[in-house]
C-alpha cells in the first residue's frame, strides 16, 4: 500500500517540477533574451543566426545608462509612485466606508459608476484631461501628475479594497459596536487596521500600475529634471536610431529593485490576498 | 459557500436604548439625531472621491461626448455640429467590423489565456518544492515592466531572422523556413495575444495564489474524508470558494486588456493592415496622427459603450449568483 | 472630539507627505515671472548624441549673454512622443515659444493657428536670408504663400546601403552597384540567396518612412501625390509603374516586409541578411559601428533614362501663435540660424547651405552623392491633412505587399486621399 503512494507521491512531485520547469521557462526566457542583449555589443545584438550568449562580453551598455539623469528619473519614479499609493489609498479608505456599509443607498450605483470611470480610453482622455489640470494649476508638477494617476487607479483601488474589508467578519464590527465605538471608529479602528494586509496589497498594485506610465508622464511634465523613469527609457528610441544595448540594460535596472522590494513584500502581499479572498 | 448577508446596522431596538428616567419620545428623536449624523458622515467620506473622479473623468468624458458630434480636428478649430455624421459613417465602415472583432479576439484570448495560466501556476506556486520562493519572487518580471519595454523586447524576439523564437522553433522543427510572426496579417494578432498573456498573467497568478491560499484547509480534509479525490476537492470545494476572487480579477483584467494600447501598438501599429488594429490603437491613430477629435470621440464614445454593457451584464450575473452583496 | 482626530492627524501626514516629496507649486511653461527676468521655452526632439545637449547650452549661453534678463528653457522629448506632446500641449492652450516642428507638420499647424507667420519678422531680419538655406528647406515653410519658418535641418531619404561583400559572393562588381530600375532587379535577383542573404530589404510597416520610401521612386519616375493645383494624382500611370517596381523588388526581400520599419532593415543589412537597403544618410554612423563588413554608399537607381529624386525631409523652428515674446522667440531662432550653432545643435545636416555643406563634407562618405541627391529632391505635398494622406498611401502600400493589383489599389487611394481633402476644405 505504502509503496504506491509513496510512488503516486514521487510521481506527483516530478510532475510539479517539470511544471515549475515550464512556468519559469515561459516567464524568464524574454527576461534572459533581454539580460543578454544588455551584455552585447551593437555588432552582436542582431546576428544572423542570433547568439544566444554574448561572444562580446560587455558592460559598456551599463556604463552609458548609470548616469545621474537615470538617478534622478528613478527618484523621480519612486516619489510620484509612492505618493500616488499614499493619496490614492486615502481616498479608496475614505470611499469604502460609505460603500461597506449595506443601509447605504445608491451604493450599487456608486460602485457601478466607480467602474465606468476607468473605461474611457487614454487617447480621447488626455486632452480634455490637461486642459483641467492646467486650469486647476496642477501641470508640470509631479503633486499634478500623481492627481492625474487618480484616474486609472482610484476605481480599481476602490473595487479591490472593497473586497478585502467585506472580508473582516462582522461581529468584529458589532463587537466595537457594542463597546461604544462610533461607526467610522469602529470602521477606522478595528476594521481597517486588520485588514492592513489586504491594504498592503492594494499599494502594491497602485504602485505597480502607476510605475507602468509613460504617456501621463509625457503629457504632464515638461521639465527633464521631474520626469520619470519609462520616459528616460523612451528617450533611447531616436528618429533614426535606437540605443538596443542601453534600452536593455537600462529595462534591466528598471526591474532589479521592483524585483528585491516585491521579494521582501511578498510576505505580507500574499497574506494580504488571502484575508481579502476568504469571502467575497 | 451560501452568501451571508452582511450588515452593519448594529442598530438595538428604541427600548434598549433608552436611558433610564429619559422618555421615549426624546428616545426616538435622539435615535433620529443619531441616524443623521450616521448618514451625514457616511456622505461626508463618498464625496471626496466621488468628486474627484468626477473632476478627473467627467469633464473629459462629456467632452469626448459633445466632441462626437462634430466634424472637430486640429486644422478646423471652431467644430460644427454635424449631429450623427461621425457614428454613421464609423458603423458602417468596414473598419470598424475588424476594429471589432480584433478587440473581441484579443480581449477574450487574452483574458482566457491569463486566467487558465494564472489558475494553474498560482495552483502550482502553492505547492511545496525546492525554489518555490525563488519562482514567487521571479513571476512578477513580466507585469512591472513597463508596456513599451515589452513591445520592444517581443518585436526583438519575433525577428524572423534575427531573433530567439525562430531560431529555437526552427532548431526543435516546430516550423519551417523563418516565418514573420508580426509582419504576416495571418499570425500578428495570435503574435501580439502571447506576449500580452505573458505580460499580463502574473496579476492574475498573484490574486489566485492568495484565493488559493485562503481556502480553509478543514473544508478540503472534511471533503477528502467523504471520499472525493482530487479533482473533485478541487472542483466543488476550492474552486467555488475562490470565485469571488476570480469573478473580479476576470473583470477588472477584461475591462484593462480592452483598453491596453502601449503593447499592440509599439508591436505592430495596429498591422499589417488592419489585422492588429484593437479600439486602443485605432482611437489613438485619431486622435494624435489624423487628429480628428470629433472621430476619435464617436470611437471612445462607442468603447465606453460597448465595455459598459459588457461590466452591467457581468455584474448583473454576478448579482443573481449572489457575489456582490 | 477623539474620534476624528486620528484620521484628521493621518490627513494631514498624508498632505504633509505628499507636499514636501514634491516641493512647492507648479512651474510654467512660458510666459514671464513675477520678477522682472523673461523666460523663453524652446522645445525639440531629444538627440541621444551628448554633444547636442552641450551645442544648445552654448546657443543659450551667448543668447542669454546678448539678452541679459532672458531666461531660455530648453526641454527635448522623445522622439516616438514628440508630437503627442505637442498636440496635447498646444491643444491645451499652453506650448513653448520655440518649437521644431517635422517639414509636414508645418502647414498642419499653420492651418490649425498655432504657430504664427514670420513674413514680417524675416523681411527685417539680417541673419535669417531665403538664399542661405537650402531651397528644399525654406519651400517646407510655405503655405498659403506665407512664410510659417525657419528651416533648421534638412536631409534628403534614401541612399542605398550595400554589401560589397555579398556583391562580390554573388559575381556582381562592387564598384558599379546598378543605376537603373533593369539593373537593380538583376542584381538583387543575383544576390537572393534565401534564407542566407536576401537581395534587398524593404520598409513596408505603417510608418511614415514606408510613404517617404516609396515617394522616392515615384518622384524618380516623374509621378506626385498631389499636383501643382493641389489635386490628387496619386494613381497616374508614373505611380503605377513604380510601385510595380516596389513590387518587383519584394520577391527579392526577406520575410515580413509588411512589419519591418526603418530599424528592421538596417539590422537585416547590418546583420549581412540584406545586401541592399535604401536609407538616409544619417545612417552611417550606425553603419560604421554595427556593420563588420565592406558597406558603401550609392545613389540609388533610377528609371530607365531618368534621374534618381529623392524625397526630401527635416525640421523647421516655428513660434507659438500665443507666445508672449515672439520677438525674442524670433531673435533665439536667429541666433540657431548662424552657421556655428546650426552645426552645433544639429545631428542631421544643417538647413543652412554653408553650415548644411561643411557638415556633409566633415562628417559623411561620398558627400557628393549627398548633396547631388539634396539638391535634386522634392518634398512632400505641402497639405494641412498630410499626416491623413500619408495614412491612406501607408494602407495602400500594405495591400500592395500583400500582393494586391497596383492599379486598383492606387485607384481607390487616390478616391480616398480626394475625400480627406474634400471634407478638409
Known sequence: ?????????????????????????????????????????????????PRFLPTDLTFANYADVLTPDTMQFFVNSVIVCLGTTVLCLAFSLLACFTLTRTGTRGRKPILVGVLVSQLLPQAVLLVPLYRAADTLGLLNSRFGLMVAFMTFTLPVA????????????????????????????????????????????????????????????????????????????????????????????????????????FTFAQRYFIAGLTAGAVKG | MPPTVRTTDVSMSVAERVAPGQAPGEAIAQEKRRHRRQTALRVLCIIPPVALLGALVAYPLANAIYLSFTTSSFINPDPDFAGLVNYKAILTSDTFLTVLKNSLIWTVAVVAAQFVIGLASAILLSQKFKGRLVLRSMVILPWIMPGVIAGVLWKLLYDPYLGPVNALAGGLGLVDGNPAWLGQASTALAAVVIAAIWKGFPLSTIMYMAAYQGVPNELREAARSDGANAWQVFRHVTLPAMAPTIRTTVLLTTVWTFNYFDLVYVMTAGGPGTSTEIFPTYIYREAFQNVRYGVAGAYGVISVVLLSIFTVVYLRQLNKSGGLD | MTRFKRPALVGAAVLAFVSVTTGCGDDSDSGSDGGGSKVITIWDQE???????????????????????????????????????MLVAMKGGTGPDVMTLDQVWTPEFAAAGLIQPLDDQIGGSDVVKEDDFFEGAWASNQYQDKTWGVPLNFDVWEQMYYNADLFKAAGLDPDKPPTTWSEWNDAAKKLNNPPNSFGM??????DESVSVMTDSLIFSNGGEILDDNGDVAFDSPENVAAYEQYQALLDYAPNGTAGACEQDIVNQFTAGKAAMILDGSWQQDTMK?????????????????EEFVGALGGWNLAVNAKSDNSDLAFELIETLSQPENQAAVNSLIPALQSAGEKFVNDNRQQPEVILEALASGRPRPASPVYPQL??????????????????????DAADQMQEVIDTNS
Do not use: N
Open chain 1, 1 to 49: 500500500m505504502s509503496v504506491t503512494i509513496a510512488r503516486r507521491k514521487a510521481t506527483r512531485q516530478a510532475g510539479v517540477y517539470v511544471a515549475a520547469a515550464a512556468l519559469a521557462v515561459f516567464v524568464l526566457g524574454p527576461i534572459f533574451w533581454l539580460v543578454t542583449t544588455s551584455l552585447k555589443p551593437r555588432s552582436e545584438v542582431f546576428a544572423s543566426p
Open chain 1, 158 to 261: 476602490i473595487w479591490l479594497l472593497r473586497g478585502f474589508l467585506m472580508a473582516i467578519p462582522m461581529e468584529l464590527e458589532e463587537a466595537a459596536r457594542l463597546d461604544g465605538l462610533s461607526e467610522f471608529g469602529a470602521y477606522w479602528r478595528v476594521i481597517v487596521p486588520l485588514a492592513k494586509p489586504g491594504v498592503a496589497a492594494v499599494g502594491i498594485y497602485v504602485f505597480f500600475m502607476a510605475w507602468q506610465d509613460f504617456m501621463y508622464s509625457l503629457v504632464f511634465l515638461t521639465d527633464a529634471s521631474k520626469r520619470t523613469l519609462p520616459l528616460g527609457v523612451l528617450a533611447l528610441i531616436g528618429s533614426h536610431t535606437i540605443e538596443w544595448g542601453q534600452l536593455m540594460a537600462v529595462s534591466a535596472l528598471l526591474l532589479v529593485p521592483i524585483l528585491l522590494v
Open chain 3, 47 to 85: 538627440q541621444s548624441a551628448k554633444d547636442i545637449a552641450e551645442g544648445y547650452d552654448t546657443v543659450v549661453k551667448q543668447f542669454e549673454k546678448d539678452h541679459p534678463g532672458v531666461t531660455v528653457k530648453v526641454e527635448t522629448f522623445p522622439f516616438a512622443q514628440y508630437r503627442d506632446k
Open chain 3, 201 to 206: 530589404g524593404l520598409i513596408g510597416c505603417k
Open chain 3, 289 to 305: 559601428t554595427a556593420a563588420k563588413f565592406d558597406w558603401r554608399i550609392a545613389l540609388p537607381p533610377a528609371p530607365d533614362g
Open chain 3, 390 to 411: 500619408s495614412q491612406v498611401q501607408q494602407a495602400a502600400v500594405q495591400d500592395i505587399i500583400g500582393g494586391a493589383d497596383v492599379k486598383s489599389t492606387l485607384s
